[in-house]
């Protein structure tokens, strides 16, 4: 039994804002800079380990059930994550753009500390959709926290917080009052919060049809070893496209901003 596109993406939402307050403010104040409209989502992401339990294609059959299309497909080396995105012919839905980390990429001892979470997970966990916002379903040390952080800020993230939406990201384009990504920006400096200038405040701009920006992630916190530490939660992205030769707004994504963007939960 699936929810329909918009009960999924208001669960993922009660979510994502329980742990990321700053995208609640932004939201109130970038709904309150507009007469009427609502907030457009752009896209969602969702970050992922590319074992047999939780393999993109598992996050995925969720959207496709759902009338989500499969796009693009990128590849992020460095960070050694797969990803593809998803698209709803209804363009006004937001796109699904999901990762997967290549564990076997990893060191002998990181792939050992996942392998051993992944095995305290029931594999039926994803069957539900329910799974898209979950947490996580396993206990974690600090140590083994601290060791995957070391090598992989992606692999620490997604062991502290499992699953749920790592960032929704406004549509600059469906804003009416604010009309630039630039405006955005500078409206939520001035309201005292933290951009991420990883390859500049904006990555990418009109020449490859999409400029993105993206908050530094809210700090909350987590338990490991029965102990509460506070660590990167999620942020939330702007996204503004551009038209194409053909008329037709880009829809895909640009791999060498998603590569700055996904620094956001870096510490700071
Ligand atoms: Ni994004």
């Known amino acids: 039994m699936h929810k329909d596109v918009d009960t999924l993406f208001s669960c993922l939402w009660e979510k994502y804002v329980s742990i990321t307050p700053s995208a609640h403010k932004i939201h109130a104040l970038l709904a309150g800079e507009e007469s009427s409209d609502q907030i457009v989502n752009d ?12 393999a993109l294609d598992k996050l995925a059959a969720h959207f496709l059930a759902l009338g989500y299309q499969a ?26 753009f999901i990762s997967e980390l290549r564990v076997a990429e990893l060191s002998d001892t990181a792939q050992g500390i996942i392998l051993d979470l992944v095995a305290q997970m029931d ?11 979950s947490d996580r379903h396993w206990r974690l040390s600090k140590d083994d926290y601290e060791t995957l952080l070391s090598e992989s800020e992606y692999a620490a993230w997604l062991a502290a917080w499992g699953f749920q939406a790592n960032h929704f990201t406004v549509s600059v384009n469906y804003l009416e009052q604010v009309q630039s990504l630039e405006a955005v920006n500078a409206l ?9 200038t990883s390859g500049g405040e904006i990555k990418g701009g009109k020449e490859v049809f999409l400029a993105q920006s993206s908050t530094m992630a809210d700090k909350a916190e987590v338990t490991m070893d029965d ?11 702007f996204a503004q496209r551009y038209a194409m030769p ?3 707004l880009y829809q895909g994504f640009v791999a060498a901003s998603a590569d700055k963007i996904f620094e956001s939960t870096n510490a700071k």
């Open 227 to 237: 102990e509460k530490l506070v660590i990167p939660s999620c942020f939330y992205e």
């Open 123 to 133: 594999a039926n966990v994803v069957i539900n959709d329910d799974f898209l916002y």
């Open 188 to 196: 939520l400096k001035k309201a005292g919060f933290v951009l991420n």
């Open 43 to 54: 896209h969602v992401a969702f970050r992922t380990f590319n074992l047999e339990k939780t």
């Open 246 to 248: 053909d008329g037709r």
């Open 71 to 96: 796009k693009g497909h990128y590849n992020f080396e460095a960070k050694k994550l797969t990803a593809q995105h998803f698209e709803h012919p209804d363009e006004t839905k937001p796109k699904v």
